[in-house]
């Protein structure tokens, strides 16, 4: 009898915890949809430029995202626009790192691809910043770094890609939640996001895997490269100058050995050859860039050009 009476009585703070419970819940859905009604007010205020919270992070995270709270999210926005203050008109250098599969294994009935698989690529952005506040659309959705053009250099043949888009370098919805988090591809790691702002860090700035001296010159070629395709006045550096004496050396080599082929192919072929045709075609870029090396005065080159003009119809 006292058992059951003792059940009757938990039941009954049971069925009173719920009742509880319920009341709660609808209290929390009531005030919740009374601060979003809020939060959209203000929200919709910010959209239309009538009003502010007299910092544009807040406003932008706000207007964007409803997001009201200062949290982690917005702490890379104020680092990153915290190291663009005086920094108007000097260099910005994004590098964005992602895993790429480069090799397939197995069978489609294999567990999946393994670590090996797989290396970081690496993507390498330069640009001039053109103000010293982050560029912020909240009705877009969009933000990044404020440019007039920005540049992006290849890590396949460290060519300078010939684009120069205009406008801001925009991000991914979480780009900046990258920044600082470290990615793994095979036996690499790196950053999976790095902003390196003004021109003393970005010239200092020497990417992970180029540390070698062919590596090392490679970069400083390309990059300056890009600096002056984006109207930057930078000096020639020694790697720069070793560069193009090793080109001139190899124009000079190749040159002689075509006008050798030339000279075999018109003593034992006809001139019309399709082997001589192709000869001359190089010949022809080889002055072409042995003009652009400075090497008009070379004596070889003078003969080539000499000879090459005697030959022609």
Not at 62 to 85: C, N, W, Y
Not at 112 to 133: C, T, W
Not at 139 to 163: F, H, I, N
Request: with cysteine.
């Amino acid at each position: 009898m006292a058992e059951h009476k003792v059940e009757n009585m938990v039941m009954a703070e049971i069925k009173a915890l719920r009742r509880r419970q319920a009341e709660i819940t609808e209290e929390t859905q009531v005030k919740t949809e009374l601060l979003r009604e809020s939060i959209e007010k203000i929200r919709q205020l910010i959209l239309r430029n009538q009003g502010t919270s007299g910092d544009r992070i807040t406003d932008y995270f706000l207007a964007a995202h409803g997001t009201i709270d200062d949290t982690e999210v917005s702490k890379p926005f104020r680092e990153v626009e915290g190291q663009m203050a005086g920094k108007k008109g000097e260099l910005f250098l994004v590098v964005q790192r992602k895993r790429d599969r480069h090799v397939f294994h197995g069978c489609f009935w294999s567990e999946g691809p393994s670590e090996s698989d797989f290396h970081l690529e690496a993507h390498y952005f330069l640009g001039v910043l053109s103000a010293e506040k982050l560029y912020l659309d909240a009705k877009a959705l969009r933000y990044g770094l404020p440019t007039e053009a920005y540049g992006e250099l290849s890590g396949s043949g460290w060519k300078v890609l010939d684009r120069n888009p205009e406008g801001p370098f925009c991000f991914d919805y979480d780009g900046f939640q990258k920044l600082g988090k470290t990615i793994q591809a095979g036996r690499d790691s790196g950053l999976a996001l790095e902003i390196i702002i003004g021109n003393v860090a970005v010239f200092s700035y020497l990417p992970y895997g180029h540390k070698s001296m062919l590596g090392h010159q490679r970069w400083v070629i390309a990059f300056n490269k890009a600096a002056r395709l984006l109207g930057k006045d930078v000096p020639e550096a020694s790697e720069e100058i070793a560069a193009r004496e090793e080109e001139r050396k190899e124009v000079l080599k190749s040159l002689d050995e075509k006008r050798e082929t030339r000279n075999r192919l018109l003593s034992n072929a006809p001139a019309s050859s399709e082997e001589m045709v192709t000869v001359e075609k190089n010949l022809q870029l080889l002055l072409e860039r042995a003009k652009e090396l400075g090497l008009e005065d070379e004596l070889l080159v003078q003969l080539v050009a000499t000879e090459m003009r005697a030959l022609s119809p």
